[in-house]
């Protein structure tokens, strides 16, 4: 009974706590992406706020919101530009490294803005505009290098395979169109066409025609051969003849055979030019 207490103990024990993780887990995923989902949610607002606010305002405000969007515009193009790739190249992670170390500086330009958006001294402002807009060019040229130098990679790779691709497939278009090739000569025996096949089927046709008609040659034997003579008013080119049918009393017959009743004994036929011998 103890035992099974124990067992028990240790049973609820498990299944808290593995109740306790999966809550803490579920309630890190959902904490995850509501943070998410309000930072795309700020990003767009400061996004649609800037466009409105570089379109509207002139003079310094209007173009410190120019480049603030130039900088966060081209940073963000870049970085999912880079996570889309790293996940088919693994070899772009040190090209992530240098990303993250620019974002650094983007970070700080932007922050850097951000606050003379709020200063009231406008002259201070306009004197450091150029230096500002020059750490801008730096920052956004460098990231749109780097976005395009890994566009060009992917474009290189993709070419490189669909031409590979294209070398097989002509390979295999001409394995399995053979056939062409062997029936160009001509000369050489090969598979005979329809119409060929007909025409040789007619020749062969003709041919047994005209050996039907003719009849056996000069060294055939049989009983025509042997005859010599043709009936009256008849010829030989005339066709084949109509062949007599056997005499059943002449039809031999075998020791095996049984012989119907009432039917004699046929008496073997003597030979020509043989004399029967004299009986006693």
């Known amino acids: 009974m103890e035992v099974f207490l124990l067992v028990m103990a240790v049973l609820f024990v498990a299944f808290v706590a593995l109740g306790v993780f999966a809550t803490v887990k579920a309630v890190g995923a959902a904490k995850r992406g509501v943070d998410r989902t309000i930072s795309n949610a700020r990003r767009t607002v400061e996004d649609s706020t800037l466009r409105v606010r570089s379109a509207g305002l002139s003079g310094t405000a209007g173009e410190l919101a120019q480049l603030r969007l130039r900088l966060r515009t081209s940073m963000r193009a870049t970085q999912d530009a880079l996570h889309a790739a790293v996940a088919q190249d693994a070899s772009l992670k040190e090209s992530i490294g240098l990303f993250e170390r620019l974002s650094a500086h983007g970070l700080e330009l932007e922050d850097e ?4 958006e709020r200063d009231p001294d ?3 402002v306009a004197e450091a505009l150029t230096e500002l807009r020059e750490r801008t060019d730096r920052i956004t040229h460098a990231a749109d290098s780097l976005r395009w130098a890994v566009r060009d990679r992917a474009r290189n790779f993709a070419e490189d395979d669909l031409a590979a ?6 390979v295999e278009t001409g394995a399995l169109r053979h056939w062409s090739s062997a029936a160009e000569p001509g000369p050489e025996p090969g598979p005979w066409t329809g119409e060929e096949r007909r025409q040789r089927q007619g020749e062969r046709y003709e041919e047994r025609r005209r050996t039907e008609s003719t009849g056996p ?16 008013g008849a010829s030989a080119d005339d066709g084949p003849q109509a062949i007599e049918a056997p005499d059943p009393r002449l039809r031999a017959t075998h020791p095996w055979q049984k012989r119907p009743a009432g039917r004699p004994e046929p008496q073997p036929q003597p030979r020509p030019g043989h004399r029967p011998e004299a009986t006693n």
């Open 122 to 124: 406008r002259a201070r």
């Open 165 to 170: 691709l294209s070398a097989q497939i002509d």
């Open 217 to 232: 040659g000069p060294g055939a034997s049989g009983p025509r051969a042997s005859d010599g003579a043709t009936p009256s």
């Open 113 to 116: 803005l951000r606050q003379l």
